[in-house]
């Protein structure tokens, strides 16, 4: 079982519509969460975070976080041809000194057609 | 605010000759990170740097990587000698540290002839 999984997709979905993203994690005492968007031939750019159970929403994007089913998701509302990238879920697991220590997912495509 | 530099951006070198990677960190961040990222897969962590201290090199390949922090500041990656299968993207990125967010440069990538 891989530490943090993702589907890698690509997940289409039409201009204007929600666009919704699914992480899962193996390891419990995680603190932390972040989600990436990386467009092909860039570095990672940090999109959101989020450290406690619930929701929360930055412009048109929601992160969700289930800590007892370790689970964690990323919405685009109104998507974009723009937001058409690879989305990668991180984990922070704490590592020595509980420092960060982030854990990647593989990604997923997302691809918005007009 | 400026952010994470690396240089250069690309570089193509023949198997078995050394090749070095420059980062310079975001101002103010003391902790710093190399990761390495092969195409379809997510970032690996190689070493990770609390200013001049390596407090996570368990994933670095020592026989042919190493990496210095001199002053707490910038930092450089080295391979010597290169092997066909180290061509890939060399990320780094910083962070202020604890359990903040990180921040990347826009890599290196390798190709490894």
């Known amino acids: 079982q891989k530490e943090v999984e993702q589907n890698s997709g690509p997940l289409s979905v039409p201009e204007g519509a929600i666009a919704s993203l699914n992480c899962t994690y193996s390891d419990r005492v995680s603190q932390s969460f972040f989600w990436y968007r990386q467009y092909s031939g860039k570095s990672p750019e940090l999109i959101m975070s989020?450290?406690?159970?619930g929701d929360k929403e930055d412009g048109r994007f929601t992160a969700q976080l289930n800590k007892a089913s370790q689970y964690v998701s990323l919405l685009i509302r109104d998507s974009q041809p723009s937001d058409s990238a690879t989305y990668l879920c991180?984990?922070?697991?704490?590592?020595?000194?509980?420092?960060?220590?982030?854990?990647f997912g593989a990604g997923t495509r997302l691809a918005v057609h007009p | 605010e400026a952010g994470v530099v690396q240089s250069p951006r690309y570089k193509i070198i023949e198997k078995k000759q050394p090749v070095a990677f420059w980062c310079n960190p975001i101002s103010g961040h003391n902790t710093l990170y190399w990761y390495l990222q092969n195409l379809g897969q997510g970032p690996e962590l190689l070493i990770r740097y609390e200013n001049e201290e390596a407090v996570d090199d368990s994933q670095l390949p020592k026989d042919r990587f190493s990496a210095e922090r001199l002053k707490g500041v910038d930092s450089t990656l080295k391979i010597q000698p290169a092997e066909l299968g180290d061509s890939a993207v060399y990320l780094c990125?910083?962070?202020?540290?604890?359990?903040?967010?990180?921040?990347f440069g826009p890599g290196t990538r390798l190709t490894v002839l």
């Open positions: 989020i450290y406690s159970n």
């Open positions: 991180a984990v922070n697991r704490g590592g020595k000194g509980g420092y960060n220590k982030l854990i």
């Open positions: 990125a910083s962070s202020r540290g604890g359990y903040n967010e990180q921040f």
